[in-house]
């Protein structure tokens, strides 16, 4: 039964598909960047394709940013093997025909704001357009998804405070009160979680965080780089139990 509920990849591995959502700038490639660093050096195995990048002569995102990775039995389904693909969308308004082709057949969303002040009305736009895209599912809970701010390592004076951008919520139509917008909240930092990530071998005390393999074990990740990947982790599992949910529900009927 599982089989009939997850699409299949060119190789027929059951696949979920996840996009990061959100204005140019927010964090979307960092994110993905961290999460392939992290993956690497923790679980390499897992990892099913490098991330990869279209970037503009500005090395900002020209169309998306792509990585897969693996999901082992007994993570997520009893399945021997499933993959989850995450895409990012390129944020600057010349792409939105772009992203309207990256958000075909999305499985699980996850939106991505930029507390910054200066950018209080491009997560606006943002939000908008995304509500004119997919505002029927995500309203309707058809299609899972998350928020995540980002740059929460800014002074509180040079970013926007989380319960206003929950109000930009309510206003755009996305949830209905401030309850339903914190239950779908993450808040992190990508630099902070960039900087530990990227600091931990230089640590004295390095080799006491791997395990027997040579691997990072999961135990000691950082707490910004456990922020960082809960987005992702928690994401994917929403997707797979909706899926699940909606497969019991057809047999019921």
């Given at each position: 039964m599982l089989n009939q509920i997850f699409k299949r990849d060119a190789e027929g591995i059951p696949t979920i598909k996840l996009v990061i959502f959100g204005p140019?700038?927010?964090g979307k490639t960092s994110l993905l960047s961290i999460y392939s660093i992290l993956k690497k050096v923790e679980s390499p195995e897992q990892v099913y394709s490098d991330l990869k990048k279209i970037e503009d002569p500005s090395g900002r995102t020209a169309l998306f940013d792509q990585s897969v990775f693996e999901l082992p039995k007994g993570q997520g389904t009893a399945l021997p093997l499933m993959r989850y693909a995450l895409y990012s969308v390129a944020g600057q308004d010349r792409y939105k025909e772009t992203r309207k082709v990256v958000l075909r057949g999305t499985d699980g969303l996850m939106i991505m704001l930029d507390p910054s002040i200066e950018q209080y009305d491009s997560n606006k736009a943002s939000l908008?357009?995304?509500?004119?895209?997919?505002?029927?599912q995500l309203k309707n809970n058809e299609l899972p998804w998350i928020l995540v701010?980002?740059?929460m390592d800014l002074p509180q004076e040079q970013r926007t405070s989380t319960e206003d951008i929950m109000k930009l919520m309510i206003e755009v139509g996305l949830v209905e009160n401030i309850g339903e917008a914190y239950q779908k909240l993450h808040e992190m930092s990508c630099l902070q979680a960039r900087d530990d990530l990227l600091a931990m071998p230089k640590r004295a005390d390095w080799k006491e965080l791997l395990d027997t393999s040579g691997r990072l074990r999961r135990d000691a990740r950082?707490?910004?780089v456990i922020r960082a990947a809960a987005p992702i982790e928690n994401l994917t599992?929403?997707?797979i139990e909706h899926k699940i949910r909606k497969i019991k529900e057809q047999v019921k009927k």
């Open positions: 140019s700038l927010a908008e357009e995304l509500m004119e895209l997919l505002g029927d701010v980002n740059k950082p707490e910004s599992r929403l997707v």
